[in-house]
């Protein structure tokens, strides 16, 4: 019997089994629900154990790991996940209660279905399955699962550090791949980095009628003259030394940048925009999507936002930027350019505050797992996957791909584009479910072999 | 008698009325309270009855104005007050009732009491302690007591317009003036006038995820990029023919701006700052704050802005302005300046959304008026007024001293720079609100004589 005969057969009792992991609401930025929370935890060590292989919940300073490992042999697979899922709010935009799955339009509905529990559960049955098919795997698979991705992972990095032995591997494959527009699965082999900053100026210590506009000095006047100075008018970034911190892409990045089928014009009306930021098109956008740095903001604040006027000089104004860095552009120089640039510049009085770091990770598009990665689609008979030097988000996928220096992938996830992540309604395709089971069993046969 | 010695043997009286007026709380924001506002405005026109004038309430689209008129003559006197006041909130801040009228420290304490029941009633009283001594006015005098003030007085414009005839006078003396920080009058010959106006960007239909940061449109980076051409890098306004709509200040508001006594450093520690925008000082400030028009920035918001990092690329930002605008300087055409600014470079895409328009009002600084105001303190003897020729503020004062073109300035209130004027523990010198009773009728004296 084939891993897909065997999927096909199974299809009632895999559904149930993801139905039962989804109800446990497993939200880990609430922290009072720490039973229900480790009950969820207990339920994946279990399905490990189901499955034959060695389970234990490790402790840290917030959510457990689940941390699981079966098979001998000479080569070693890691494979990460996350059993924490976002808060369901606002509940009144569900069509269905996020924690008591709903099939409908050939699909289930669910918060966590594909962030990242659907996930976390197909490679678990594909690991069954693949049993099933062909006994204990002769290589070493290891599955790391934690409980705290959802809240940015605050207790990941010591874990790594305290256990990089428990987690050595050849390869990779993290969570968060999906299925692009028209279906064709997408394989990232990196994530960017990024140094999450807030400006923050002040001008007088309380608000001022703004008859005294003409000389009071003003805070968001202050940090637009600041903001002037890291794009210019073009919107180019114009940071001091970035750029010559980047490693540059490689061949084979540019090449595989050349070969991704990019539909600039679906995601142009799925954005609602006539052209994209500087009237990039084509591999140009493409590039700067997945190459190049941003310097993104993602709020401003100050003074009077209410509805009408109020004639007032703000006492403060803040800033908050995101910048999404590439491979050589650790956060931490990074930051430091942002305070050198400024201070070069005579912005002293504004204030850097540090929010968030996190490494760029990268492993090269012509790596052994990417190829597995491909192989095993089309082992399934799927011939267009498409590989991506890099996602343009980030994450911690650093900690083991740069840290531990383990080539790290992310493919064969249970999502699609529109998916719904972090959203109501969030869904997955009950063709896709089924079919990264049977891609994940695939996989570990391509990988063992 | 002197009318200083009718002002000191009446006091307990005067300041038992105060209180009377203080108690009622007229809040011109809040649209419910119909009757009590009513009253209010009631008790003002019987005031003036007892005065001795015709007093009536006149209707408008929005709260009654009390209209009154006394005294025949060759000259005529218009006053201008409001009765209502600004909301008291944050209540939790006033130390006394706000509308329960408190003494301590030598002051009397209530909402309103500055601005500007305090200024409307002395005026009333001081025109009953004129009568005392002299009889009948041997001028008109005429009384204008708004209702609207505090919300932008949305009704004045057509009352003004509708009642020419009846508000006909040689000069008005407007609310709004105060004594400044070391004590000396202040008279003021004119307000700015004001464009307020929000600008719009939009990028996508909703908030994307900032891995698209680098080809995703944003709002918050667009407005910037078109504030960048409302001023320079060295915080100079760049707006398209802003300065040649002005008219130049004269001779005599340069001689008058080189007699102000600015006491620069006492607004910067009052304010807690080190410098002022541009690093002006001295009577360059000063002419920027009264004879220049501003491009300040009110307010503006985007996307993420509550506590630590969410990685968004906002789908809209908006930014407040308010130009305030010297003689010369419409709010109409300076709409259209804007607008054709943005246009000119590029910026269709930003939406300018007038929200209020203001005229400028000028009167000479060397009018009759003025020395009229000036030479009635020094009956008092008090000879360090300080004539400015403008306040930086602006106001309805156009309708008068524009359209109508009747000489308009501000002088001799109750307040002075610290009376907290729309905040917590409103409040006035019982000095200087017994100073005002006394000035009012020696300016009533000067004016008919």
Redesign the interface.
């Known amino acids: 019997m084939s891993i897909e005969e065997r999927v096909s057969g199974a299809r009632d009792g895999l559904l149930e089994e993801l139905k039962e992991f989804l109800r446990m609401p497993s939200i880990s930025a609430r922290k009072e629900d720490t039973d229900g929370f480790r009950k969820c935890a207990g339920w994946v060590a279990e399905k490990f154990r189901e499955a034959g292989a060695e389970a234990r919940m490790m402790e840290t300073d917030g959510h457990p790991v689940v941390y699981a490992e079966i098979g001998e042999g000479e080569k070693t697979l890691l494979s990460y996940g996350h059993y924490d899922v976002q808060p369901p709010e606002p509940l009144d935009l569900w069509e269905s209660d996020p924690f008591e799955p709903a099939l409908r339009d050939g699909g289930i509905f669910a918060r966590g279905v594909a962030d990242d529990k659907g996930d976390v559960l197909a490679r678990i049955q594909a690991l069954r399955l693949y049993i099933e098919e062909h006994g204990q795997p002769t290589f070493k698979l290891k599955f790391l699962i934690e409980g705290e991705e959802e809240i ?1 992972s605050p207790n990941l990095a010591p874990f790594v550090r305290n256990n990089a032995e428990l987690l050595a591997a050849d390869a990779c494959i993290w969570e968060g791949s999906m299925k692009d527009g028209t279906g064709r699965p997408m394989i990232f082999c990196g994530t ?1 980095g ?1 140094a ?1 900053v807030e400006l923050r100026a002040k ?4 608000d ?11 805070p ?2 202050r940090l ?2 600041a ?2 100075t890291i ?1 210019d ?1 073009n ?1 180019e970034i114009t940071l001091d030394g970035l750029d010559a911190l980047a490693d540059p892409p490689s061949e084979k990045d540019l090449e595989a940048i050349g070969r991704i089928p990019f539909d600039e014009a679906a995601m142009k009306a799925s ?3 006539g ?3 500087r009237n ?1 098109t084509g591999e140009a ?1 493409l590039s ?2 997945l190459l ?14 209410g509805p ?7 006492s403060e ?4 930027m ?1 910048f ?1 860095l590439v491979s050589g552009q650790s956060p931490g120089p990074v930051l430091e350019l942002i305070r050198s640039h400024l201070r070069k510049r005579g912005f002293d009085d504004i204030e850097v505050v540090d ?2 770091g996190v490494e760029a990770a990268k492993t090269p598009v012509d790596s052994p797992i990417v190829r597995t990665a491909v192989e095993s689609w089309e082992d399934l008979g799927v011939d267009d996957a498409v590989v991506y030097p890099t ?4 994450g911690p996928t650093s900690l083991i791909a740069t840290e531990l220096g383990i080539p790290t992938i992310m493919t064969g996830s249970v999502a699609n584009t529109d998916s719904r992540l972090h959203a109501p309604n969030e869904w997955v395709r009950l063709d896709d479910y089924f079919g990264a089971v049977g891609y994940f069993a695939r996989f570990f046969e391509r990988f063992g072999s």
Chains 1, 2 share one sequence.
């Open positions: 940015g960017k990024m999450y001008g007088a210590s309380h001022l009628h703004s008859m005294y506009g003409g000389i009071a000095p003003n968001v006047w637009i003259q903001l002037r794009k008018e919107g954005w609602n925009v052209a994209f930021d990039l956008a700067e999507m190049r740095p941003t310097a993104n903001i993602a709020g401003i604040q100050s003074g009077y936002t009408g006027t109020k004639t007032i000089v703000p104004a803040f800033v908050k995101d999404r929010l968030h996602i343009g988000g980030s």
